[in-house]
């Protein structure tokens, strides 16, 4: 346990209805009982309403909740103070804190002594902060289940099947001379591969989670003029892009994020594609094409008035391989027979659509949360993860290698249990029971203050 006591606004300084302090450590419980002037103690975990006193000078009339440990958040004693949500209180109060001893709490510093008392493993940690910055539903879901130890359970499954297999093969350490054989070849060979699928699982897991915590980008494309940006607009409900009559409005690359069926997506309006006009059009044209190639996700959009062109081909082409909704565009104003004759000659059902109307608006959305999920398919199961835990996924992945390795090449097993060793301690730095400082720095200064 930390031996000084901390305090910090967990609310943001604006005018607000309220705002709440916290304060942990050794002295938390005394200071907050000091803020009222008729003390009577502050009974663990229930509400007391008062008006706080400095220096016979009322500050504010606020609820004070203790929470003594190890019922607490960070498992230390802890109270948390509501009081009007305005900035210049919460400075008072936060003063009050510091003239008794209390010292202003670095970002993370509360939710780092909760793991270092042990009220969480890192993957949890992490995931608080996950929660705090999450920009979809999804990744609210999935950082609340891996607050709740999702992936820390998996990981410790995965420890327990390599502790399990250590203790086999150190068994027969004491008898590699005299050749007899605690765990043959072929089992040896099957529990390593059984480790390895499972961390092959969580990585797959952890990766899909990365990529779509960064929100995955979805491309509006087509020649000039059939609407892409009004498509833009449309999903955004905002006047984002100019939109005109004119061919080759759009120049430049406009990149929004956005939320389709909870997931968090970026909508990339583009330059429509056709024989450029000028020497600016040009470069607009050829950003479509390198945004189009790097966008696992497009919308292509068709002109229901002006009908297929050579140009709409070559987009289609170019678009074969990608995960695809193609919409034909200004239906409220094109003929039932062009908009069959469109549909006719293209790879796919297209939905119609009206940018300026909104019909269709439904199907759009529905059609493109269909195709991420079906790209995604663990996306129910992912995990958040970083860099950090990815990478040591992956050094883990490379370590069961090298122990299938050293099995079917029959080492000693004292080669083989050091290299298991090695593998439960990579796995324990996921978790964080051996994570050095440095790394505990650079996890929590990307937290808030306060939390
Ligand atoms: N009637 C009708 N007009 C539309 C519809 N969608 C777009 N328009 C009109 O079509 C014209 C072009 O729309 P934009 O959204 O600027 O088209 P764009 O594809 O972004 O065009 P560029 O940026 O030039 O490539 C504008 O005059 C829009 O008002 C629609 O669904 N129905
Ligand atoms: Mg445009």
Redesign the pocket.
């Known amino acids: 346990m930390a031996d000084d006591t901390i305090c910090a606004p967990a609310t943001p300084p604006i005018y607000s209805s309220i705002a709440i302090i916290r304060i942990s450590g050794p002295e938390a419980l005394r200071v907050a009982n000091s803020l009222f002037p008729d003390a009577g103690r502050l009974r663990p975990r229930h509400a007391r309403y008062g008006t706080l006193i400095d220096d016979g000078k009322p500050i504010d009339d606020a609820i004070v909740i203790c929470y003594p440990s190890p019922r607490s958040y960070t498992g230390e004693d802890m109270a948390e103070i509501f009081c009007h949500g305005n900035p210049i209180i919460v400075q008072n109060i936060i003063m009050l804190l510091l003239g008794r001893g209390v010292r202003i709490a670095e970002p993370g510093e509360f939710t780092r002594r909760a793991f270092l008392n042990g009220k969480m493993d890192l993957t949890e940690a992490e995931a608080v902060n996950h929660i705090i910055m999450a920009k979809s539903e999804w990744e609210i879901e999935t950082s609340l289940r891996q607050m709740h130890g999702s992936l820390r359970d998996m990981v410790q499954h995965i420890r327990s099947l390599i502790i399990e297999f250590k203790a086999d093969i150190e068994a027969g350490i004491d008898f590699s001379e005299e050749d007899i054989e605690f765990i043959s070849t072929g089992t040896a060979l099957e529990a390593t591969a059984r480790i390895r699928e499972a961390i092959g699982n969580i990585l797959g897991r952890c990766r899909t989670g990365e990529r779509l915590s960064h929100g995955i980008d979805i491309t509006i494309t ?1 020649k ?7 498509v833009l607009n449309l999903l955004l409900n905002a006047e984002r892009a100019i ?8 120049r430049d690359i406009i990149r929004e994020p956005f939320q389709i069926g909870g997931m968090h997506v970026n909508l990339v309006d583009t ?2 594609i056709d024989t450029p006009g000028d020497e600016i059009e040009r470069i607009g044209i050829d950003l479509s094409h390198r945004k189009i190639e790097s966008s696992p996700f497009i919308i292509m ?1 068709l002109d229901g008035v002006a009908g297929m062109g050579e140009a709409d081909g070559k987009i289609l082409e170019k678009t074969r391989n990608k995960k695809r909704v193609i919409i034909i ?2 239906c ?2 094109a003929s039932p027979e062009e908009i069959q004759n469109i549909q006719n000659r293209l790879p796919e059902e297209a939905i119609q659509f ?3 109307t909104g019909s269709g608006l439904a199907n759009l959305t529905d059609a493109i949360s269909r195709l991420i999920k079906e790209d995604f398919i663990e996306i129910e199961n992912s995990f958040i993860a970083d860099v950090r835990i990815i990478s040591l996924l992956e050094r883990a992945l490379g370590i069961t290698t090298g122990i299938g390795e050293l099995v079917s090449g029959h080492e000693p097993p004292e080669i083989i249990s050091f290299e298991l060793q090695s593998l439960i301690d990579v796995l324990a730095e996921i978790t964080g029971e051996i994570t050095p400082d440095d790394v505990l720095d650079s996890i929590f200064n990307r937290f808030c203050i306060g939390k």
């Open positions: 087509g000039p003029n059939v609407g892409k940006s009004s939109v005109s009559d004119i061919p080759g409005t759009t330059a429509g959009v565009n200004k409220d104003i009206s940018a300026l």
